[in-house]
């Protein structure tokens, strides 16, 4: 009786497994822009545009607390100054809690701008920018945002670019009990976002294209009040103490942490921490723990 039972959970807990595998159909809607959004290649894929007129979005049905998302994305190619893209996660509400990645576009041949940043009981400007290693437009690459209750990880094609740590225990507020939707969008901010807004989109190469694919949440889903975390998921310490591995725990190891230094070091080109024209009173207190 009791066996059957526990195949039965294990067999349906396969079935959401699954679904996580990432249809857009299934997991997304687009929530603004009407038909600038669209799915492709069966749910696979979800390209997003900008015209003069309007930008588009999509969002995740589900609200999540905490997980692993992966986003494969190929951002406007050639001109794409004035254009945003992004891909992010967030509450609702004035207190929100927000993990956010923009790309913010250049004119053809300059490099693009990847600019991240993490808002915590609605208070964010806590950013970080960095150059990409490849051009952003010529193919696919895999970010992701690791968002579990000790640590947020944003990661490109699995090289961690930066990890923003629970530090409760010293009064810095962490996302950790608000769940949130994944969001992603392609719109026009070219009043600051190209070389500080000298430098206008040129709508003459409109309609813009931004294309999503593979979106991939292994990630605890929020529903009626409570998390439904995938099969495996290390949620309590005894499940975690038999194991290793798994989003769930995850922290860079010191290969990881080596590798995440040295992208900072040679692509990091702006970072809250190290801003003492903006914050002449000292640095946030995040910035002086590691
Ligand atoms: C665009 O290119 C210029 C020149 O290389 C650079 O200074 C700027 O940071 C780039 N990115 C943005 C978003 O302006």
Request: aromatic share 12%; net charge positive.
């Amino acid at each position: 009786m009791r066996t059957v039972a526990v195949i039965g959970i294990v067999a349906m807990a396969c079935l959401v497994a699954v679904a996580q595998g990432g249809n857009f159909f299934q997991d997304a809607e687009i929530s603004w822009g009407q038909d600038r959004g669209k799915i492709v290649d069966g749910g696979r894929g979800l390209d997003l545009t900008l015209d003069r007129s309007s930008g588009s979005g999509f969002q995740s049905k589900n609200e999540y607390l905490f997980g692993k998302i992966d986003m494969q994305i190929k951002l406007v190619p050639g001109n794409s100054a004035g254009t945003v893209t992004t891909f992010y996660l967030s509450s609702q509400g004035s207190t929100h809690d927000e993990i956010d990645f923009e790309f913010l576009g250049n004119v053809t041949g300059e490099p693009y701008t990847l600019h991240t940043n993490v808002f915590t009981q609605g208070q964010g400007q806590r950013e970080q920018q960095f150059r990409l290693w490849f051009d952003p437009t010529q193919s696919f690459h895999t970010y992701s945002i690791i968002w579990n209750p000790q640590h947020v990880i944003f990661a490109v094609d699995g090289t961690p670019i930066r990890d923003f740590k629970n530090h409760e225990a010293r009064g810095v507020a962490f996302p950790k009990s608000q769940p949130m939707r994944v969001y992603a969008s392609l719109w026009n901010a070219d009043d600051w976002a190209t070389q500080g807004g000298r430098v206008k989109a040129d709508w003459s190469k409109a309609p813009f294209v931004a294309s999503f694919r593979n979106y991939n949440a292994d990630a605890c889903v929020w529903s009626n009040g409570a998390r439904r975390c995938p099969v495996g998921t290390m949620e309590t310490a005894a499940a975690a103490a038999g194991r290793s591995g798994g989003w769930w725990n995850q922290e860079l190891s010191d290969m990881s942490y080596r590798r995440m230094r040295w992208v900072q070091r040679k692509f990091m080109i702006y970072n809250y921490c190290t801003d003492l024209k903006r914050y002449p009173q000292g640095v946030p207190a995040e910035c002086k723990l590691r």
